[in-house]
């Protein structure tokens, strides 16, 4: 009997220490799959609310794209998504900036004419960061925005270094957004990200409410889409 209960606490004891020995690994792959392709979300102040606008960048507008897609696509991509806590603050910096851009395409033809004045409501906020772990030095960063209008609302995706808007959706919750969209031409706005447009494949539908473009620039690869409904005009990559 004193035979038997010796191995059982031999055998209890070398239990014990595999447990204790595989427990970082599985403590490390456990983390590691929170980490790859998954939103980490956290509050931060609004004292990180800055534009940096005299940053020097090792890598274009169409490679700075391209790391977002690879984030939310590949296996190695990390995205940090932070929840900027605004409250009842003012953002008037980041709302001139973004009325800054935002006059920029329009005077290009790239976005509908709408103005941005004083009368809006901040929906949300957040500050994302995207980076492929194998190369973690080539991130970019964005700022993930919805302002809400009396008669329409705007969700912009917009770079915190540069102050280049990458993406934008205008949206109405009435049966029709109140200006004309029937004339935008979204290769105007794949000028205003400095890509040449003799670089660019697309596809539209006959009507011009709906198309793909597709920008292949020295094994640089991003793709944007754009809709035109009555009560909702996007131009996005993807």
Request: cysteine-free; proline content about 3%; overall charge negative.
């Amino acid at each position: 009997m004193s035979k038997t209960n010796q191995i059982i606490k031999v055998m209890i004891l070398l239990i014990v220490l595999f447990i204790i020995a595989i427990s970082p690994i599985w403590i490390t792959k456990l983390n590691n799959e929170r980490l790859f392709n998954k939103y980490n979300i956290k509050k931060i102040s609004k004292e990180s609310l800055k534009i940096e606008h005299e940053s020097i960048f090792d890598y274009n507008t169409l490679e700075r794209i391209q790391t977002i897609v690879k984030a939310q696509t590949e296996k190695t991509g990390v995205i940090t998504r932070q929840e900027i806590d605004i409250k009842n603050e003012r953002i008037s910096n980041l709302i001139d900036i973004i009325k800054e851009q935002i006059l920029t395409v329009q005077k290009m033809n790239g976005l509908p004419e709408f103005d941005i004045d004083e009368d809006y409501t901040t929906i949300y906020l957040y500050k994302a960061t995207f980076m492929d772990s194998v190369n973690p030095n080539t991130s970019t960063s964005v700022w993930e925005i919805t302002i809400s209008y009396p008669e329409f609302g705007i969700s912009v995706t917009i770079d915190t270094e540069t102050s280049v808007i990458y993406q934008i959706s205008i949206y109405s919750t009435e049966d029709k957004l109140p200006f004309d969209t029937s004339k935008i031409s979204p290769i105007a706005f794949l000028e205003y990200l400095e890509i040449d447009s003799k670089e660019v494949a697309f596809k539209q539908n006959e009507d011009n409410t709906k198309g793909f473009y597709y920008v292949n620039i020295n094994n640089l690869n991003v793709k944007y889409t754009f809709i035109k409904r009555p009560n909702y005009f996007m131009i996005a990559f993807y």
